[in-house]
């Protein structure tokens, strides 16, 4: 059974860091792609980074770029997502993703992701 539980949320204000963490068990990330998302309140979930299986390749929302990072850990098997500058708009429920094709490339639909955390709860006060 495939499980990914977050952690790391939490409220901050503006221009503070935050990083995230998501324990994956049931599969090796290292094998897989990976991708973090988020829903704010009212919207829709979105794509907001993700990672290849090689870990080589990322790819940023256009909303993150310069101030987000998504990494892993093989040895933990645990894959992050710092968070910098932060600002009012980032406030948002972050999901983790684990995509189920192994040795996958970076996709940006949920549609491709199999597996998700529980969602933290990020709140970023101006």
């Known amino acids: 059974q495939v499980q990914l539980v977050e952690s790391g949320g939490g409220l901050v204000q503006a221009g503070d860091s935050l990083r995230l963490s998501c324990v994956v068990s049931g599969r090796t990330v290292s094998m897989y792609a990976m991708g973090w998302f988020r829903q704010a309140p009212g919207k829709e979930r979105v794509f907001v980074a993700g990672m290849s299986w090689t870990g080589r390749s990322t790819y940023y929302a256009d909303s993150v770029k310069g101030r987000f990072t998504i990494s892993r850990d093989g040895d933990k098997n645990t894959m992050y997502l710092q968070m910098n500058s932060l600002k009012p708009e980032d406030t948002a429920v972050y999901y983790c993703?684990?995509?189920?094709?192994?040795?996958?490339?970076?996709?940006?639909?949920?549609?491709?992701?199999?597996?998700w955390g529980q969602g933290t709860q990020v709140s970023v006060s101006s």
């Open positions: 993703a684990l995509r189920a094709l192994r040795f996958s490339t970076i996709e940006t639909s949920e549609s491709h992701y199999d597996h």
